[in-house]
């Protein structure tokens, strides 16, 4: 780990990320298009965001074309998820899509590899539940 007096100066870095995009670290700037993700925090004071996973059902085997059913939820299937890494900030829940420097375009489904989080799926054995509910 690098010690206080060699570490880059912030405000050297901010300046740097924002003379990429032809602009300047001042307020009201545009944080999210110079990389940041912008967290603003819920009325309870806490910082929230979300991470988002594409369940892979069935593997067409082609990073570069979406299968059909390849990243379906399945009716009755159980899924057990578990999280092995986290990697960065997710998208923030910002109401605001400058907040986000990498938003989701939901028109564009993709096979990226910018990876925020490294999850397991375990599809469990599909079996007869019952659920005793009264109403």
């Not at 593997?59 to 074309?65: Q, V, W």
């Not at 990697?87 to 829940?93: I, L």
Request: negative net charge.
């Amino acid at each position: 780990m690098e010690d206080a007096a060699n570490a880059p100066n912030a405000d050297e870095s901010l300046k740097a990320a924002f003379d990429q995009i032809g602009a300047t670290p001042a307020n009201g700037a545009d944080f999210g298009r110079a990389g940041f993700t912008v967290l603003s925090s819920n009325g309870s004071g806490d910082y929230e965001m979300y991470y988002c996973y594409w369940n892979r059902h069935n593997d067409n085997s082609d990073p570069n074309l979406m299968g059909p059913m390849e990243f379906a939820v399945v009716r009755n299937n159980v899924y057990k998820l578990t999280v092995n890494k986290i990697n960065g900030y997710g998208h923030p829940t910002s109401s605001d899509p400058k907040d986000d420097p990498d938003p989701l375009d939901p028109n564009n489904p993709d096979e990226r590899n910018d990876l925020y989080i490294e999850v397991t799926v375990e599809v469990r054995p599909w079996v007869v539940r019952i659920n005793d509910i009264e109403f």
